[in-house]
Every structure is written in C-alpha cells, then in structure tokens.
C-alpha cells in the first residue's frame, strides 16, 4: 500500500471516530406539544305527537260513507341535536275487498286528503289528492332542535283532511271494505357544513 493511501485511511479513521465521540455528545433543545380532540355525532330525531301532545298518533276512521270527511291533527317535532332538513311524508296501504266485488277498482283512490299546515286555513301541503298517489310528499322543511323551552320552529302542525269521495256513480261496491294505511316520515339532516 502506498504512502498516499496510508495516510488516507488514518485520516479517515481518525474524523470517524471523533465523529463517534461528538456525536454522542451532541445536545439539542426540544419542545412536544399535544392536542386531545374527540368527533361526536348529532342525533336526528323525528317525533310524531297527537293534538294532546301523546306518542299515539290515530288518525283511523270508521263507518264512512261517500261525501264524509274528518279532520284530525298530527305534530311533527324536532327532539335531536340537529336541525331537519326535510321530512317527507309516504304512503303505504292494503286494501280489504270484503264482498271480492271491487273488479280491480283501487278504495284509496275514493278517500280523498287535503294537508294543510298549522290551522285548518293555513298553507296547503296537499289539496284533495288520493290516498293512493301520496309519494315522497315534503309535509316540513327546516325544523329546529328542540333547545329549552319549545317555539313553534321546533314542530310543524299538520291538518289532516280525509274525505270519502262522492262521485256521483254506484259505489256500493264499497261497502264494508277496509283501508289499512300507514303514514311513513322520514326525516334528512341539513347538507354538511364546513365547521
């Protein structure tokens, strides 16, 4: 080995190894910091109340004939975290054809519903349509959270109009027959937000 190249590697050698002695000598400042954070989910929570403000909502009706209605009232309330966007009110329903004399004639297209909001004047939902064509009706839009005491954007007064439709034509075929129906509402949250 050359001269050149001895002197290389003590030199090497020697820079190594006062680098090994430096380096675990070597101090530095240092700071850590933490942030604790959680995500919580709201509650959506759609209630149905009757005029006396009970969980049993009845708007069944019994012994009609054509030309009878009645008028009932059903509550919508807010009693989640977050505020409803929409509630959209579905129909789904069975018919009973006692006598097996309908000839394919649907019942839920006699009885008539005309929804209105609040008080039996207020803003028509619905006017006079047939059971059987209520679909993916919006019946509420922006309802509060229930916080503290209740103020009217907390709820939505639904008036319920149910006539059995006279049409002037033979409808003893009728008679006796039965219409199960439940009204279904489904409530949807306000869009995201950036928060």
Do not use: C
């Not at 069944?60 to 209605?69: F, I, L, R, T």
């Not at 009110?89 to 018919?95: A, G, L, P, R, S």
Request: charged share 25%; net charge negative; proline share 2%.
């Amino acid at each position: 080995m050359s001269m050149k190249k001895k002197l290389g590697l003590t030199a090497a050698t020697a820079i190594l190894g006062l680098g090994l002695i430096g380096g675990g000598t070597f101090a530095y400042f240092s700071d850590t910091e933490v942030s604790n954070n959680s995500f919580a989910a709201g509650t959506l929570d759609l209630e149905l109340k009757s005029t006396d403000d009970s969980a049993y909502v009845d708007l069944s009706v019994d012994n009609m004939k054509p030309g009878d209605w009645i008028i009932k009232q059903l509550r919508l309330y807010s009693e989640g975290s977050l505020k409803i966007k929409d509630v959209k009110m579905n129909v789904d329903y069975t018919v009973s054809d006692t006598n097996g004399d309908n000839a394919g004639e649907d019942f839920a297209d006699h009885i008539l519903v005309r929804i209105s909001e609040n008080r039996q004047n207020g803003p028509v939902v619905l006017d006079w349509t047939p059971l059987s064509e209520i679909e993916d009706l919006v019946v509420a839009e922006d309802l509060n959270s229930k916080t503290g005491p209740l103020n009217n954007s907390d709820r939505q007064v639904l008036i319920f109009n149910y006539k059995f439709d006279d049409n002037g034509a033979d409808q003893n075929k009728f008679q006796d027959d039965k219409l199960d129906f439940q009204l279904i509402f489904d409530a949807s949250q306000q869009d995201g937000e950036l928060r």
